[in-house]
């Protein structure tokens, strides 16, 4: 069934030397044998450590063990350092939680008078021992956790843990296991259904690995090495549903003949080349082969029930499993709804080739190379509601009429795109989510909306250049930042029922006053940022269901005008040239406003007491109020907004004409000063020339 072309073997299950069997023995058993020629130095030892031992004791108050948490039947002693399996636990302990302890070793004195356990938690603690015929009594337990210990230690002795009668799920994940090791534990389980062997050391699954647990319904292999699996190594497995195989290093599958897997993951490996038995009816429901190195589609037989194929992050060349130009007719997926085939080399998909593919509901084709799509035939695809051809490099995109009738999404950014069918949309009747970001598209006015492209006369405005978004009945999201849109024409969005609008990254962009119209109860998401915007024509006032607008990074000194019946929860207003914020239109918005971003403007701190005042006294939030500062005469640097008070403002508010009457005044005082001496001066010297 499997086969790998390495010529590679499991490496390192060579039995370990005399010594570490002894090793792992006694610290399992727990007991601490004393040789006789030794006692005397022993004893000594043990005084020594007795006296220390006292001398720590009085030195500090006992510490104590916090006690378990027994909720009715359930035990939880998780994260208290732990050695050992509490003493004088309840008999009828049915779950039992010592996860994340100090547990080395796991013996009959600690752990085999609890028979009626059904779940036993030993994950992360040190377990390098567990004592042969432990669980053989413990005919209730049902769940075995034993992830996150050292239990490579235990199987280099090549012991069996004994029965695990009526386990059925096991988990050994994170144990450094290697090839071979997981024969005890797997040996004699014959209830076992959900076994888990993750982040270990495997290199090979021979056809004995799973003779002991026939009954296994769900195995994890994933972040292994396993490099080979031996023909018929899962064949005896006639429950076996779920196979995770992901994260390893299988480069070949030429024979896959499990006829009764349903979930089969196969991704982060290096397979080149999948190909199935063409005989027998296969229950597959599920198959990832992402992040793989194929240049070909998979080869799956006529008789599959496969709804989900992933072949994403491969080297897919062509969609045929030969390679060869023609359609391949071994490719019939009658029953698939999820096809992902995104980031791969594909650089044309023909339409037969989903003529096999009638309840396609999710397609993805994003980040590859192809140039064109078109879909014609009425029934190709008629009942996807996903398309995602982002990011490749499409000059052709073609829907016929009556087609794609139940497409619901669609993703075409990031593909450079400078013409479109003048009408194309509008042939989509459930559309209701379209992303254009990154191309290079221009909006119909509402001249070339009316005109035909086929009609003769040259006094028409052309509709073949632009894009028409008026009467898409069904449309709610549109995605048009980074199109180097100039313009937004009047009535651009008539008749179509936006929700959302992201019209960011158009620097330059000029809006009609009327670009807007026909939104009016239906917008309540406006995107606007980064437009290099200095004053906005567009009428939002009318937009009584707006709800959240974003006009941050612009170039905005005075704030669009809205009036009370304005429904604006969220304002984006960062990264702006606002100095003064409108009276009037901050108390229009403080009804309804909830959030408010004021980051990044040069506002004046005394010319804004409205803004502050509802910031300190009202609901209002602004998340970014520690970067909002504005500028004060007494101040040489910007001052927090948090900071600023109305008694910081009333000496420099209104004086401004006052200062200017009193220098006034101290000017004219000094001139009529300046007369009066020299008057008198003049005076007093004719006086003395007389006198003479």
Not at 13 to 39: D, I, N, T, W, Y
Not at 234 to 262: G, M, P, R, V
Not at 322 to 351: E, V
Not at 623 to 641: M, N, R
Request: with cysteine; aromatic share 6%.
């Amino acid at each position: 069934m499997w086969r790998e072309e390495s010529a590679e073997s499991s490496a390192g299950s060579e039995p370990p030397p005399p010594s570490m069997f002894r090793h792992a023995k006694c610290s399992g058993g727990g007991e601490v044998r004393v040789q006789l020629r030794a006692r005397k130095m022993a004893a000594v030892q043990l005084l020594l450590l007795l006296i220390v031992s006292s001398m720590a004791t009085s030195a500090r108050p006992p510490q104590h063990t916090p006690p378990c948490q027994v909720v009715q039947a359930d035990v939880l002693c998780s994260g208290l350092s732990l050695r050992r399996a509490p003493v004088n636990l309840p008999h009828s302990v049915q779950m039992l939680d010592l996860s994340r302890n100090q547990v080395q070793n796991l013996t009959q004195e600690s752990l085999a008078f609890h028979t009626a356990i059904r779940h036993l938690n030993l994950h992360a603690n040190k377990i390098h021992f567990i004592q042969p015929g432990l669980f053989r009594d413990m005919t209730h337990l049902r769940v075995l956790d034993l992830s996150r210990n050292h239990l490579n230690v235990f199987a280099l002795s090549r012991l069996s843990v004994g029965p695990l009668t009526s386990v059925e799920s096991l988990d050994l994940s994170h144990n450094g296991l290697y090839t071979g090791m997981s024969d005890s534990f797997l040996a004699d389980s014959p209830s076992l259904a959900n076994l888990s062997m993750e982040s270990n050391s495997i290199t090979k699954i021979s056809q004995s690995t799973f003779s002991g647990s026939l009954m296994l319904r769900k195995i994890s292999l994933h972040n292994n090495v396993i490099l080979e699996i031996e023909d018929g190594a899962f064949d005896s497995l006639d429950h076996l549903t779920e196979l995770d195989l992901s994260k390893n290093s299988i480069s070949c599958i030429t024979d896959f003949n499990l006829y009764n897997l349903e979930i089969l993951n196969l991704s982060q490996n290096s397979v080149e080349l999948f190909q199935s038995a063409q005989s027998g009816f296969y229950n597959l429901l599920s198959l990832d082969l992402s992040q793989n190195k194929m240049p070909y589609f998979p080869l799956l037989p006529e008789n599959n029930m496969l709804e989900y194929l992933d072949v994403s992050h491969n080297r897919l060349q062509s969609v045929n499993a030969s390679g060869s130009s023609d359609k391949d007719p071994n490719l019939i997926f009658n029953h698939l709804r999820h096809l992902d085939m995104s980031y791969n080399q594909l650089k044309s998909i023909p339409q037969c080739f989903f003529f096999c593919m009638g309840r396609l509901q999710v397609l993805n084709v994003s980040n590859n190379c192809v140039r064109s799509f078109s879909v014609t035939n009425e029934e190709v695809l008629r009942r996807v509601r996903v398309i995602n051809l982002s990011f490749n490099a499409l000059q052709s995109l073609t829907f016929g009429e009556n087609t794609l009738r139940s497409l619901e999404k669609l993703y075409i950014q990031g593909n450079d795109l400078t013409t479109l069918d003048h009408g194309l949309f509008q042939r989509l009747p459930s559309l209701k989510y379209l992303q254009l970001e990154q191309n290079n598209l221009e909006i119909c006015t509402a001249e070339q909306n009316r005109a035909e492209p086929t009609s003769g006369d040259r006094s028409q405005p052309d509709p073949s250049s632009c894009v028409s978004f008026s009467s898409i009945r069904n449309l709610q999201f549109l995605f048009l930042s980074e199109n180097n849109l100039r313009t937004l024409p009047a009535n651009a969005f008539s008749d179509t029922p936006l929700k959302l609008l992201d019209l960011s990254l158009n620097p330059g962009l000029d809006l009609h006053q009327d670009s807007l119209s026909g939104l009016e109860h239906s917008l309540v998401h406006l995107l606007l940022r980064e437009n290099n915007i200095s004053s906005l024509n567009a009428d939002l006032s009318s937009l009584r269901s707006l709800r959240h607008v974003d006009l941050s990074t612009n170039q905005l000194t005075t704030l669009p005008t809205w009036n009370r019946e304005s429904s604006i929860e969220s304002l984006n207003l960062q990264n702006n040239n606002l100095v003064t914020l409108e009276s009037s239109t901050m108390t229009a918005l403080e009804h309804s406003l909830k959030t408010l971003y004021m980051g990044s403007n040069p506002l004046s701190c005394c010319s804004n007491l409205d803004f502050l005042r509802m910031v300190q006294h009202s609901a209002v939030v602004v998340p970014d109020i520690e970067t909002v500062t504005c500028v004060h005469d007494g101040y040489s640097e910007p001052v927090s907004l948090k900071k600023v008070t109305e008694e910081m403002c009333r000496t420099t508010h209104v004086p401004k004409y006052v200062v200017t009457v009193l220098v006034t005044l101290l000017v004219v005082m000094l001139v009529f000063g300046l007369l009066v001496k020299c008057c008198h001066a003049r005076r007093h010297k004719g006086s003395r020339s007389f006198s003479a």
